[in-house]
């Protein structure tokens, strides 16, 4: 199943880049079911990108036209704040379903989940390809289904079932 609406992934460029370069490789690949939209594919940065006011419009414009992100939580990531925590926060602000994918293999909110996103309405899951594609394919429609007094009831994971069901 193709993700036609972009992804906004937001990860640390220099611890967990890796992590990124995976999904990339997984949606490059045709002997992979994996597929989604990057928005960070949408356009290029110039040689611009060194100036933050920049960097932060070009950012900005990529998640203006994204219908969920990705946030990939690394050791280091709740530490971030020039622009991890930043794209976080407009997140919210955007009211974007956000994915939080946790390296460590968590399936929940643990220690890791940077402050910025901790209780709120983000479902949780670990660095696994169909756990990711999982939650690509049904939290979207879930969080838009939700009633604001449910999105204040906080983070979320999914079950056993869930994880059963997908092999994990």
Known sequence: MAYS???YVIFDGDEDAWAYRFM?????SENVSFEFANAHDLDNMTSRAQDEDYVKRNLRNRMNGSSQV??????????????????????????LPIIAANINGS????????????????????FKM????HALAHWPNEFHRLSNAQRANGTRSYGETTYRNLGL
Do not use: Y
């Open 5 to 7: 609406d972009p992804t």
């Open 24 to 28: 990339k490789g997984w949606n490059a």
């Open 70 to 95: 990705l946030v990939l939580i690394g050791e280091k990531t709740k530490n971030l704040f020039r622009f991890v925590r930043w794209e976080m926060e407009l997140a919210l602000d955007l009211g």
């Open 107 to 126: 399936r929940q909110q643990d220690a890791s989940c940077p402050p910025i996103i901790r209780d709120k309405c983000v479902v949780h899951v670990p």
């Open 130 to 133: 169909k756990a990711i594609k």
